[in-house]
T-cell receptor
Framework: KNEVEQSPQNLTAQEGEFITINCSYS?????LHWLQQHPGGGIVSLFMLSSGKKKHGRLIATINIQEKHSSLHITASHPRDSAVYIC?????????????????FGKGTKLSVKP | EAGVAQSPRYKIIEKRQSVAFWCNPI?????LYWYQQILGQGPKLLIQFQNNGVVDDSQLPKDRFSAERLKGVDSTLKIQPAKLEDSAVYLCASSLDFDRGLYEQYFGPGTRLTVT
């Protein structure tokens, strides 16, 4: 079982729809990233959060530490939101000894928004 | 603020050839990471530097991959000789200072390597 699981793997939506991508993890964490990767390969960090909720424009990220779950929401989706969205967690340093708590990545959710 | 720069953006080589990638992190960032991302998978950490010292290279295939970060700024990642399975996107990222808890990572545009 992967330590970071995302759902769904693929998502197709119509422009304007409200979108939710989920991330569950099984390890202790100090923070969680939501990342966006466009077909060219580059990754953009959307959010890093360790509690509660963050909002930036049409994007909202929430995290529930007790339930080990985070969600990324996109309101009023647009074709330019089409990308792969990746959840990545930062483990506490103690869990991984000398590894310094490197990111553990989910496999990503491929979102396609149709006009 | 300039982001993480990588070059080249794309590279096609034949197996058994050598290749090198370059990364310039965000100015002042002490921690630098190289990731390998095979199509359809999440990124895999190859090596992490703190300034010019290696923190973690446990997943770096040291028989063919090498990386350095002289002077604690720019970094190069080399593959010699390349294999078909090395075809991937190589991502560089940096963070302000992981040792001080400043671990939000900023990613470069990546280098897409195709080995034929």
């Amino acid at each position: 079982k992967n330590e970071v699981e995302q759902s769904p793997q693929n998502l197709t939506a119509q422009e304007g729809e409200f979108i939710t991508i989920n991330c569950s993890y099984s390890v202790g964490i100090s923070a969680l990233h939501w990342l966006q990767q466009h077909p060219g390969g580059g990754i953009v960090s959307l959010f890093m959060l360790s509690s509660g909720k963050k909002k930036h424009g049409r994007l909202i990220a929430t995290i529930n530490i007790q339930e080990k779950h985070s969600s990324l929401h996109i309101t009023a989706s647009h074709p330019r939101d089409s990308a792969v969205y990746i959840c990545a967690v930062v483990p506490p340093i103690d869990d991984y000894g000398g590894s310094q708590g490197n990111l553990i990545f989910g496999k990503g959710t491929k979102l396609s928004v149709k006009p | 603020e300039a982001g993480v720069a990588q070059s080249p953006r794309y590279k096609i080589i034949e197996k058994r050839q050598s290749v090198a990638f370059w990364c310039n992190p965000i100015s002042g960032h002490a921690t630098l990471y190289w990731y390998q991302q095979i199509l359809g998978q999440g990124p895999k950490l190859l090596i992490q530097f703190q300034n010019n010292g290696v923190v973690d290279d446990s997943q770096l295939p040291k028989d063919r991959f090498s990386a350095e970060r002289l002077k604690g700024v720019d970094s190069t990642l080399k593959i010699q000789p390349a294999k078909l399975e090395d075809s991937a996107v190589y991502l560089c990222a940096s963070s302000l200072d992981f040792d001080r808890g400043l671990y939000e990572q900023y990613f470069g545009p990546g280098t897409r390597l195709t080995v034929t």
